[in-house]
């Protein structure tokens, strides 16, 4: 009986171990495709003539509250735990350091060009979402949000030799589009990894 009861309550913690990541999974498509569908649209709309590039992020700030309200609503299935909460409530702060420093104090200290502004917040948020996992996701959650930040800094390599390019407006957008669309694939990854192993947890 009390091993039967041991085995049940094993079971028990699994499954919210299992809750928990599904849910951080399903944030990371809801959060690509809210962002990168904007983004997308936004550098369509400049293309077109329609839209300027200084109000490109009302855009990203509307994917931002879209994706906020979402997040709440996932929050939900997610243990309340004090000390999970607190840890997390830093690391959002530690992933908007990177944005600040990237937008708001290196364009007072040098020049910077298009390419840079249309480009930067790929880096930037590789290393935001590196911080970010590597003071937040402890037990019960598994690793993603570090390992998808070290993948963006990587592939954030590939924008050095194109800055090298003769710029023109054709090769800022598609730079920008570029690391869109690595986004993206990165958080596709990133949400197929949880999934898997937020089912190795229940089976294993």
Do not use: H
């Not at 809801?30 to 990168?36: E, Y």
């Not at 708001?104 to 590789?126: E, H, R």
């Not at 019960?140 to 800055?163: D, K, Q």
């Amino acid at each position: 009986m009390a091993e039967d009861i041991a085995r049940l309550g094993d079971l028990a913690l699994k499954l919210e171990k299992y809750r928990y990541n599904i849910a951080s999974a399903l944030a990371w498509v809801i959060f690509g495709m809210v962002f990168g569908s904007m983004e997308v649209l936004g550098n369509s709309l400049i293309m077109f003539g329609i839209l300027d590039y200084e109000v490109f992020w009302v855009l990203v700030a509307i994917a931002g509250i879209i994706s906020g309200y979402l997040y709440s609503k996932i929050l939900k299935y997610i243990p309340k735990e004090k000390e999970v909460e607190k840890r997390w409530r830093v690391g959002i702060a530690l992933l908007f350091i990177p944005f600040i420093v990237s937008y708001a104090l290196i364009p007072l200290l040098f020049k910077v060009s298009a390419f840079y502004f249309n480009t930067v917040w790929y880096p930037s948020l590789g290393f935001g979402l590196l911080f970010c996992g590597m003071y937040a996701e402890r037990k019960p959650l598994i690793r993603a949000m570090t390992y998808a930040g070290v993948l963006i800094i990587v592939s954030s390599v590939i924008l050095y030799p194109i800055s090298t390019f003769p710029m023109n407006f054709d090769i800022v957008m598609a730079s920008g589009l570029l690391c869109i669309s690595m986004m993206m694939l990165i958080y596709f990854i990133t949400a197929m990894y949880i999934f898997f192993k937020a089912e190795k947890i229940v089976y294993a």
